[in-house]
């Protein structure tokens, strides 16, 4: 390797029309530097380091805007791009993850369905286990569950019984926060299993709709904001 040896994976140079130009499976150098003896990463320039990065605000021209979807009136943020370009892809999966990365998680719980899509990622770079929290009747063994409102109507959440023991420390990870329904469920689900919800981590927040109010001071960590 030209990068020299490295423990447990190499670095490999990829091509790509953005500024995010190493990765170890998808994490990007930025990233990947701040785990502590995972990994020791080549020296650079800080000028060569700030050029392996790319910058939030480039990510987020990637998240589309689509007016009067899916109700008049109602602007819906398309991250599908952003998922499609694999290297914004995998500096906002690192964006999100360096945030705890000294917080010791020991599990990360993904909500149905986008929160998948960001969750495993998340878990796999902090080394932690990930726990998917599903619809009703999706789950195959013994679950929690959890009824929420919607605009029109309700639903329900699921998780197993043993998917969280007491005083783990948990993240949990979806792709927006806005009125904060679905996460406060989430969450009364990890507080029912006994878990210690350290924040909960969106790609995107809405904060006009006042999503953190249902969250009961749960701290709320996310990378863009409408």
């Known amino acids: 390797s030209p990068y020299g040896h490295l423990r447990r994976s190499g670095w490999r140079k990829v091509s790509s029309s953005s500024n995010c130009r190493f990765r170890r499976f998808g994490y990007s150098a930025s990233f990947i530097s701040v785990f502590h003896g995972l990994v020791n990463p080549p020296t650079t320039s800080s000028q060569e380091a700030s050029s392996l990065v790319m910058s939030t605000e480039s990510m987020q021209d990637l998240i589309r805007s689509i007016p009067d979807y899916p109700n008049p009136g109602v602007t819906f943020r398309d991250i599908t791009p952003l ?118 981590a969106v790609l995107i927040e809405l904060p006009f709709l006042e999503g953190r109010a249902k969250l009961d001071g749960i701290a709320v960590k996310s990378l863009f904001s409408y």
Do not use: M
């Open 83 to 200: 998922l499609g370009d694999g290297p914004a892809f995998s500096e906002a999966i690192a964006k999100i993850a360096e945030r705890f990365v000294d917080a010791n998680i020991q599990r990360v719980i993904g909500v149905e369905a986008r929160g998948f899509i960001l969750g495993a990622p998340i878990a796999v770079a902090l080394n932690a286990g990930f726990v998917p929290v599903r619809k009703a009747g999706k789950l195959p063994w013994a679950v929690v569950r959890e009824e929420y409102d919607l605009e029109y109507g309700s639903d329900k959440l699921e998780i197993h019984r043993d998917a969280i023991h007491p005083g783990e420390r948990i993240l949990v990870v979806d792709d927006v926060l806005a009125t904060g329904g679905t996460a406060a469920a989430t969450c009364r689900l990890v507080s029912a299993l006994g878990g210690d919800i350290v924040a909960l």
